[in-house]
């Protein structure tokens, strides 16, 4: 199931304690064209709330949250080459995969996260 944070993370939560996690498509309109994604290693722990990468835009570099806390299984290689793959579809190029996923109290629905994007 997909969630959402405030800062426009998002976690794809399996039953197997899995996830997924990536920046909005929210998020990567208001950034701009990404130009660098700086990811975690495999193995860092990561913290809800916690800064965990960066990405680099024509315009600034932001960090990017973790909505869960877990320990990184996975990242997304392919970022490293071609961050702009963010801009193509938010969805689909995740930054990293976790183990061991919690999800922390406040984390949006897409339904709820699309209206709070309303409140904008």
């Not at 600034?60 to 392919?78: H, L, M, Q």
């Amino acid at each position: 199931m997909l969630y959402f944070a405030k800062s426009h993370e998002w976690a794809n939560l399996n039953e197997d304690g899995t996830a997924t996690i990536g920046i909005s498509d929210y998020a990567q309109n208001e950034l701009g064209d990404l130009v660098f994604v700086n990811l975690p290693e495999v193995g860092d722990e990561l913290s809800s709330g916690e800064v965990f990468a960066d990405v680099e835009s024509v315009k600034a570099v932001s960090d990017v949250y973790s909505p869960i806390s877990g320990t990184v299984e996975e990242i997304n290689e392919n970022l490293l080459d071609n961050p702009a793959l963010i801009n193509e579809s938010a969805y689909d190029a995740w930054f990293v995969r976790v183990s061991n996923a919690t999800l922390p109290d406040g984390l949006m629905t897409k339904e709820e996260y699309e209206h709070y994007l309303a409140t904008l």
